[in-house]
T-cell receptor, first 111, second 113 residues
Framework: QQQVKQSPQSLIVQKGGISIINCAYE??????FPWYQQFPGKGPALLIA?????SEKKEGRFTISFNKSAKQFSLHIMDSQPGDSATYFC??????????FGQGTELSVKP | DTAVSQTPKYLVTQMGNDKSIKCEQN?????MYWYKQDSKKFLKIMFS???????INETVPNRFSPKSPDKAHLNLHINSLELGDSAVYFC????????????FGQGTRLTVV
């Protein structure tokens, strides 16, 4: 019940395309859903986050779509660029709790 | 100015040794964490401290002992290192315990030979 399932494991997108990564959770007590971006040799860094009272959040080229009834959320990267090539992690947490991470998606954007 | 810094960045040691990883944050956060990232890049929390008090202790072998001398520092000591301890260990901090952005350090790659 504490798991967050993420797919796909890897994704190859052409420059300018849309990258879509999906996550699903079980625990309805989760109330904070961040996405982290990790480059090789670096720590994860927060990209964008959403709370369950909002169905969509957009920051620049990055959008989170959140479906509370389906217990699913996704990250859309518009106009994907080679510099977006990294590993992306969805996560979930609750007040006073820990971050539960998805398995990660390795995104490669081809020029 | 680095927000969350951990040392060393790389650590190569033999089985059975004892080693420590240090972490410091200058963000004024109340909560600090240790996460482990395995060879498949899966990130899992190990410990969480809030104002120097342990609040989360996952099912981690008791060879791992965190110590928080003050709320800006959280160190990780590992006794009797085993091959399976090889991983990247990340320190992180956040203003609150859960529900807010966690800032991660650059990681310590531990290799046990």
């Amino acid at each position: 019940q504490q798991q967050v399932k993420q797919s796909p494991q890897s994704l190859i997108v052409q420059k300018g395309g849309i990258s879509i990564i999906n996550c699903a959770y079980e625990n309805t007590a989760f109330d904070y859903f961040p996405w982290y971006q990790q480059f090789p040799g670096k720590g994860p860094a927060l990209l964008i986050a959403i709370r369950p009272d909002v169905s969509e959040k957009k920051e620049g080229r990055f959008t989170i779509s959140f479906n509370k009834s389906a217990k699913q959320f996704s990250l859309h990267i518009m106009d994907s660029q080679p510099g977006d090539s990294a590993t992306y992690f969805c996560a979930a947490s609750m007040e006073g709790g820990k971050l539960i991470f998805g398995q990660g998606t390795e995104l490669s954007v081809k020029p | 100015d680095t927000a969350v810094s951990q040392t060393p960045k790389y650590l190569v040691t033999q089985m059975g040794n004892d080693k420590s990883i240090k972490c410091e944050q200058n963000l004024g956060h109340d909560t600090m964490y240790w996460y482990k990232q395995d060879s498949k890049k899966f990130l899992k929390i190990m410990f969480s401290y809030n104002n120097k008090e342990l609040i989360i202790n996952e099912t981690v072998p008791n060879r791992f002992s965190p110590k928080s001398p003050d709320k800006a520092h959280l160190n990780l000591h590992i006794n009797s290192l085993e091959l399976g301890d090889s991983a990247v260990y990340f320190c992180a901090s956040s203003q609150l315990a859960g529900g807010t952005e966690a800032f991660f350090g650059q990681g310590t790659r531990l290799t046990v030979v």
